[in-house]
């Protein structure tokens, strides 16, 4: 008590004091306003609990395909449709479903089932249960290989683009449109090189996608010659609502990755 100390340590245990009371003062405004909502104060940001897992039975993994339905109100994962409102969880085909992905209308799932085949089935949107028979779009007497290929729909709904082998005398992948409608199937660039994760811009001109060294390239949605935007190592372009930026993974050496933006003009892709 009589050391010089003294005062310092008091000095430090009424900053620890001080911490926990705020940190009781954020966890009361974080858990408002109920124990099943979290707001983060900083941001304002809302995220609301629908399950929670607990005990050796539920096992979480990770799923490559999730997205949530255009309106909002149900979760699609794999062949597992998830409703918002917290009801159960239900398949919404009897099929073994990969890369699921729900039209902008609400009207339709697009899924790939192994490596040749891409369907679609309709749904309603209000119920996320289908309304019709799944149907093969991907009509081709040659062989094909979809390589895993994600689904990426065009604003319109009207079509489907992907990255595939043809194995007509090319033995890599390359960027495809298919039509809903009429299930016509079309090569998008002319490039020699292997293209993959195709993303449609918001307005349904370009497709941004990357290469063979994880740069990414732009081409019109109708089909052409393509152009590098930038490399460094970038995969899985998404576009921002306004057209403007693309975000993507920047993969790095191991397992890490970062989460990049790049700023799109006309002028850089033309």
């Not at 809302?46 to 039975?57: A, D, E, M, R, V």
């Not at 997205?67 to 979760?75: A, E, M, V, W």
């Not at 370009?206 to 990414?216: C, N, Q, S, T, V």
């Not at 790095?252 to 790049?262: A, E, F, M, Q, V």
């Amino acid at each position: 008590p009589k050391s010089n100390l003294a005062p310092v340590t008091e000095l430090m245990v009424a900053q620890v004091q001080n911490a926990i009371e705020n940190d009781k003062s954020d966890m009361k405004q974080i858990n408002s306003p109920d124990e099943n909502t979290i707001v983060d104060p900083e941001t304002g940001i809302t995220y609301t609990k629908i399950i929670l897992f607990t005990g050796k039975s539920d096992v979480i993994k990770w799923v490559p395909y999730t997205s949530l339905s255009p309106n909002g109100k149900f979760l699609l994962s794999g062949n597992t449709i998830v409703p918002m409102d917290g009801s159960d969880p239900f398949n919404f085909v009897d099929m073994q479903v990969d890369a699921p992905a729900w039209s902008p209308d609400g009207k339709n799932i697009a899924f790939t089932i192994g490596d040749s085949s891409i369907y679609i089935v309709p749904v309603s949107s209000e119920t996320g249960h289908v309304t019709g028979t799944p149907e093969n779009l991907l009509k081709r007497e040659r062989s094909c290989n979809l390589l895993d290929s994600e689904l990426n729909w065009s604003p319109n709904s009207k079509k489907l683009f992907f990255h595939m082998i043809n194995n007509q005398g090319k033995d890599y992948p390359e960027i495809f449109s298919l039509s809903v409608s009429d299930g016509e199937i079309k090569s998008l660039t002319t490039e020699n090189f292997p293209q993959a994760d195709p993303a449609c811009s918001p307005d349904g001109n370009i497709i941004a996608f990357h290469g063979p060294f994880k740069d990414l390239w732009l081409c019109s949605a109708e089909g052409g010659a393509a152009n590098k935007l930038i490399g460094d190592k970038h995969t899985k372009p998404h576009w921002t609502p306004d057209g403007k930026w693309l975000f993507s993974d920047e993969t790095r050496k191991g397992w890490g990755r970062s989460l990049k933006s790049i700023r799109i003009s006309w002028r850089l892709w033309r």
